[in-house]
């Protein structure tokens, strides 16, 4: 029996978790996780499961990324805003689903460090800003789609405000530690809850419109 490459045990837990879009499969196949870990880790990198980073955060589970990529629908085109991009490879998976991706990371250290692998490996279609993501980016809205990497019990009134009409986001709803990840659509007047993705454990989202800083 032939075995699988590393990228491929990826694609299949991936697959396993219930993610069926081709274009997110691909993704996962393409973007070589093992680039967008701490080098150390690189040898973990395609298992499913998070790895640790700079400032006591961690990556998300690779399967629950491409579920809360592929329950945004996103077809090749459109503008997405990414709130915690971490080192990159969540970012790199919605830049080839999509035309462009503004990524907001509260962090220097973990922005430069997206930047230098997002470069390394050619992903141009990209931009890391260090900021506070529940302000989003307004001078870059609307977005199609809007996907949260933190949680809070709700939708930040900025990321509401800058999705499009229509638009969807995912964002983990709760307390930190314990949450649901939630996927909402832009209704004419606010925000519509569509489904439960998956039950996490996220960290919390700090910012001026979430947690306050500790």
Known sequence: MKRMSDPEQLVRAVADAGVGDPRVLDAVRTVPRAGFVPP????RAYRDEPLPILRGQVTTQPSLVAKMVEVLGLTGSGR????????GWQTALL???????????????????????LARFGVANAEVVEGDGTEGLSEHAPYDAI???AAFP????????QLAAEGRLVQPVGPGGREEVVLFE????????????????????Y????????
């Open 40 to 43: 150390h880790l690189a040898g």
């Open 80 to 87: 997405v805003l990414e709130v915690g991009a971490g080192y």
């Open 95 to 117: 830049a080839r689903l999509c035309d462009f991706v503004w990524a907001v990371e509260r962090f220097a250290d973990v922005a430069e460090v997206a930047r230098e692998n």
């Open 147 to 149: 996907l949260v990497a």
């Open 154 to 161: 709700s939708v930040p009134r900025p990321l509401e405000e």
């Open 186 to 205: 832009k209704g004419p007047r606010n925000l519509v809850r569509l489904q439960v993705v998956a039950g996490a454990s996220f960290v919390k989202l």
């Open 207 to 214: 910012g001026a419109h979430a947690f306050p800083e500790e």
